[in-house]
């Protein structure tokens, strides 16, 4: 090649930007310059203990394996040499002979005719073999090709960009790296301060509230159609707020409407509007909830009393997005997410015809179930607490807490209205009580006797007492191991241990220091 064609090829390499397209140019220019068929490019791993391939072009000569590896501790092949040296190697058809422990080697060069050389050539930078070049070439251009000052300085251009690519992609890996731990530990950040402010406004720490919270700021990145299944009271419309809430329509209105407490009548207007003069009453034109949604989200509380022929129109408007106003000509279009709540079996509802099947898995895209309060009894206390800080906020009050025997009694109820029922309890409570004061026993309203469960007590004890010899210490035993017993039900919590035994806190844990219990 002309020192001008050298130039020529020596600027190619400098426009490539990426690796991959810098050493398909080395390779065109030895192919269509050189006219070099076979050759591959190797380059150390990053641990730098083996060789492996690059680039590699085959007219059959050099049978190249792509998978093949080459160690550079291994000297039973010659291009552990090249690396150690930095210097060329030629090996002719009769001194590839000698070279024969290597199978891969033995299986690269197996190719290779009579009349042509294998030439490995080290590409040096910074005194630094950065790369091997192996090349299949006749006999007669060998000598030419290593004593070529414009190949060498070729060569020498091709590994600098190599170098300057490597580092330049290993920098871009980095920062991208890095600014993607940045964003997982920036959304990590931003859950776990949505958990927090979820759990001031869904209170609970029983296992059940924390997957609640959980599936809420799950869906609530999602459009995806939720349904709210669980018992009246237990917090359904909250847990419908809180995805609105969390969700990226958090800005836009929520709307929200029970369909059992509004007449079948009045629903589809109060849903889709209606225009003036639409029906007899209709004065003037109304906007419709749906329409009222339009972006936010729409809250349908006790979905399951939703009359039939209203729940097929339901369906079209979630499907299409698309409505018509009752008496209107035109059909509008309302893009909102749809929360629907029920306390009843909607499944059982459908199976008994009386929902339709269609809407309910359309609405069932997202289902979530809310415990009832005596599913996680254990959250009593945190819920009495809440409930008067609310009414202490509300009604400038200070009072300062309830009393054991108060939670005593209030842990003995069946709670058939949920949180609102527990809500209303503690309400009445402190209405009842003095400005300073804690919420007494009398303070609470009186319960049904059918809405007192058995919180556990041990009513019977079996076992042979013929051997007690001494009443104390089998008295003592006992006690240590019904301790035990309960220390070990409730993970070592001593206030829920006491509680679960009537007795105060700290009378239990004056027990436990008299009977050495140290759990
Ligand atoms: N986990 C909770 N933490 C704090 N307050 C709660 C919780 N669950 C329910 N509440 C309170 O209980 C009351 C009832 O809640 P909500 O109206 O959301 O229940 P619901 O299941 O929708 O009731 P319904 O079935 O009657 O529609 C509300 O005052 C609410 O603030």
Redesign the pocket.
């Known amino acids: 090649m002309t020192s001008k064609q050298w130039l020529e090829q020596t600027s190619s390499l400098l426009e490539c930007t990426q690796k991959h397209e810098l050493t398909a140019q080395l390779m065109e220019t030895l192919q269509q310059q050189l006219g070099l068929s076979d050759c591959v490019l190797l380059v150390p791993s990053v641990d730098g203990r083996r060789l492996i391939l690059s680039q590699f072009r085959s007219d059959n000569c050099l049978k190249v394996d792509p998978q093949a590896e080459w160690d550079v501790t291994d000297f039973s092949h010659p291009f552990a040499h090249v690396l150690q040296t930095g210097k060329p190697m030629v090996l002719d058809y009769f001194s590839l002979a000698y070279w024969r422990e290597e199978v891969k080697f033995v299986q690269l060069v197996s190719g290779l005719p009579q009349e042509i050389n294998l030439l490995m050539f080290p590409l040096i930078q910074d005194r630094h073999v950065s790369g091997l070049l192996i090349f299949a070439v006749s006999v007669a251009d060998t000598k030419e090709m290593l004593q070529d000052q414009q190949w060498q300085h070729y060569c020498g251009v091709f590994m600098r960009h190599w170098q300057l690519l490597s580092t330049v992609a290993s920098q871009s890996g980095q920062a991208s790296f890095l600014a993607d731990s940045l964003s997982q530990a920036k959304d990590e950040i931003r859950h776990q301060k949505s958990l927090k402010a979820l759990s001031q406004?869904?209170?609970?720490e029983a296992d059940k509230?924390y997957k609640l919270r959980g599936e809420i700021l799950r869906v609530s990145g999602t459009d995806l159609s939720v349904m709210v299944q669980?018992?009246?009271?237990?917090?359904?419309?909250?847990?419908a707020k809180a995805i609105h809430d969390h969700s990226l329509r958090h800005d836009e209105p929520f709307v929200a409407i029970?369909c059992a407490a509004i007449p079948e009548n009045l629903l589809e207007s109060e849903l889709f509007g209606y225009e003036k003069g639409a029906f007899s009453g209709a004065h003037a034109k109304k906007r419709g909830l749906i329409a009222q949604a339009d972006k936010g989200t729409l809250f349908l509380?006790?979905i399951g009393d939703m009359p039939l022929n209203l729940q097929s129109k339901l369906l079209r408007v979630l499907e299409s997005g698309h409505f018509r106003a009752l008496g209107a000509s035109k059909e509008e279009h309302s893009n909102f997410r749809l929360v629907a709540?029920t306390?009843v079996n909607l499944k059982q509802r459908v199976d008994d015809g009386e929902f339709r099947r269609d809407l309910y898995y359309r609405l069932c895209q997202f289902p979530i179930h809310?415990p009832a309060l005596n599913e996680r009894l254990d959250d009593l206390s945190l819920?009495v607490n809440?409930f008067i800080n609310g009414f202490n906020r509300h009604h400038r009050r200070e009072i300062t807490g309830v009393r054991y025997e108060t939670l005593l009694k209030l842990k003995r109820h069946s709670y058939p209205g949920?949180?609102?029922e527990l809500?209303n309890i503690i309400e009445y409570a402190c209405a009842l009580t003095s400005h300073h004061g804690e919420l007494e026993v009398s303070a609470l309203p009186e319960f049904e006797s059918a809405e007192l469960i058995d919180i556990g007590c041990i009513s019977s004890v079996e076992g042979d007492f013929g051997d007690i010899e001494d009443l104390r210490l089998a008295v003592a035993e006992f006690e240590r191991q019904v301790i035990r017993d309960r220390l070990d039900k409730f993970k070592g919590d001593r206030a829920k241990a006491a509680m679960s035994l009537g007795m105060p806190k700290r009378t239990f844990s004056h027990k436990c220091l008299k009977l050495e219990i140290n759990e």
Do not use: I, P, W, Y
Request: aromatic share 0%; charged share 20%.
């Open positions: 406004v869904l209170v609970g509230m669980g018992a009246t009271g237990t917090g359904k419309e909250l847990v029970n509380d006790e709540a306390h809310v819920l809440h949920n949180v609102r809500r």
